[in-house]
């Protein structure tokens, strides 16, 4: 029997809390490319967005040689 992968699948987001995903869908961000155009502090924006989640993001960015943008 294989072990399930718990890692998320390349370019795809990682496990967040419910609000923090339903803000990112609304605000039509569905992967880590995206997420990769858009600054830290506009995340934080998105209504359901917190710490916990950025560091989730950044992490999973981080997995597939990816950045947030750079603030301006």
Known sequence: ???????????????????????????????????????ESALLQLHGMGPNAITRIKEALQEQGLTLAKEK
């Open 1 to 39: 029997m294989q072990k399930k992968s718990t890692l998320p699948a390349a370019g795809t987001l990682p496990k967040l809390a419910s609000p923090a995903l339903r803000a990112l869908n609304n605000a039509g961000y569905t992967s880590l490319e995206q997420l990769s155009k858009v600054t």
